[in-house]
């Protein structure tokens, strides 16, 4: 397929377009440099350095069979401190795509949504039908982006998948993490292993958890990569599907500092500090969903192996 990929000079755009190369797809990059590397971007696929809203037009006037969308601002705490930023970033610029994706008549849409429109879940794992109440600014414009999503698959015959991930981590050989302010907890834990840190800070051991830590679902950036090229081959026309991507499986902060540690072998010094704003304690999530309708199976499940990917590669980064 002929393929639009935003945000392709980022953490999952990378990985993405590069998963969509090796699978033989036509892949053109557009991407403003805003949080991404230019040399990010995977060999093999076009690159247009631009601000999406303003390109998206004359793109989609090429002719694409699908746009996956990743381009996003996506910082938490940023999000409460200037949410114009967010609202104006993430909502405005998806809301001029989806016009470019009608007026062009673009068949396909595979959307970056996030575990963030759910907020504080009354069940766990979380299913799709849990109700979305985001606690965030970043989550409210990923859920506002899924309801024009919605309703452009019902006027207008787009076929469309949001993609919900929990915390993906890990690496793609070459493609991985590379945040400017590093705010999460896997690249912060390996970054005191490599000496850049002195310790890591665990916000918060007085959750409602089993050692008091919060928990997540961590899944392989390669893993969540793999479902895109599955809702792409799924997408139906008039159809908007939403899927959880997660493993299932919940891990504590003090348990992922303690991979961390088998991992690099590093002591990896940590200290309680006071919890963050907007943190939900648990968050796991329940993919059945896209288990029984994408076919899509895990297949770096263990989270020795998320962080020992996560590894090689911020290793092979430091050595240059
Ligand atoms: N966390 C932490 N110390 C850090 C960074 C994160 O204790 O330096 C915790 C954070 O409070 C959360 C978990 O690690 O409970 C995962 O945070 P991250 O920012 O990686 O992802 P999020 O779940 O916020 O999307």
């Known amino acids: 397929?002929?393929?639009?990929?935003?945000?392709?000079?980022?953490?999952?755009?990378?990985?993405?377009?590069?998963?969509?190369?090796?699978n033989g797809h036509d892949v053109t990059v557009v991407d403003d440099l805003s949080t991404g590397h230019a040399d990010a971007?995977?060999?093999g696929s076009t690159f247009v350095q631009a601000d999406i809203a303003?390109?998206?037009?004359?793109?989609?006037?090429?002719?694409?069979?699908g746009v996956l969308h990743f381009a996003a601002k996506s910082l938490v705490g940023e999000s409460m401190q200037d949410p114009h930023k967010y609202w104006q970033g993430n909502v405005l610029t998806s809301l001029?795509?989806?016009?470019?994706?009608?007026e062009h008549g673009t068949p396909?849409?595979?959307f970056s949504s996030t575990a963030a429109t759910y907020g504080e879940p009354d069940t766990v794992p979380i299913p799709e039908t849990a109700p979305a109440r985001p606690t965030n600014t970043y989550g409210a414009t990923k859920?506002?982006?899924?309801?024009?999503?919605?309703?452009?698959?019902?006027?207008h015959g787009l076929g469309a998948v949001s993609l919900r991930y929990f915390n993906v981590a890990g690496a793609h050989g070459a493609f991985?993490?590379?945040h400017t302010v590093e705010t999460h907890l896997i690249p912060i834990v390996l970054q005191v292993a490599l000496g850049q840190r002195e310790q890591v800070q665990m916000y918060g051991d007085d959750w409602p958890t089993e050692d008091g830590t919060c928990v997540r679902d961590y899944i392989h950036v390669t893993d969540l990569a793999d479902a895109h090229l599955l809702a792409l081959d799924n997408a139906r026309p008039g159809e908007?599907?939403?899927?959880?991507?997660?493993?299932?499986?919940?891990?504590?902060?003090?348990?992922?500092?303690?991979?961390?540690?088998?991992?690099?072998?590093?002591?990896?010094?940590?200290?309680?500090?006071?919890?963050?704003?907007?943190?939900?304690?648990?968050?796991?999530?329940a993919s059945d969903r896209a288990r029984e309708e994408l076919s899509w199976k895990p297949k770096l499940a263990d989270l020795s192996v998320i962080v020992h990917d996560a590894w090689e590669f911020t290793r092979a980064r430091q050595q240059g």
């Open 1 to 22: 397929m002929k393929l639009l990929v935003t945000g392709g000079a980022g953490y999952v755009g990378s990985v993405c377009a590069a998963r969509l190369l090796e």
């Open 41 to 43: 971007v995977p060999p």
């Open 54 to 65: 303003e390109a998206a037009g004359d793109l989609l006037a090429d002719g694409y069979d």
């Open 96 to 102: 001029r795509l989806l016009e470019a994706v009608r």
């Open 108 to 110: 396909r849409l595979v």
């Open 143 to 155: 859920l506002a982006i899924d309801h024009a999503i919605s309703s452009y698959a019902t006027a």
């Open 176 to 178: 991985g993490e590379r």
């Open 240 to 285: 908007h599907r939403i899927y959880n991507l997660g493993n299932g499986t919940g891990f504590s902060v003090q348990q992922v500092i303690e991979t961390c540690r088998a991992v690099t072998g590093h002591p990896i010094p940590a200290a309680v500090a006071p919890r963050r704003a907007g943190d939900p304690a648990t968050l796991v999530a």
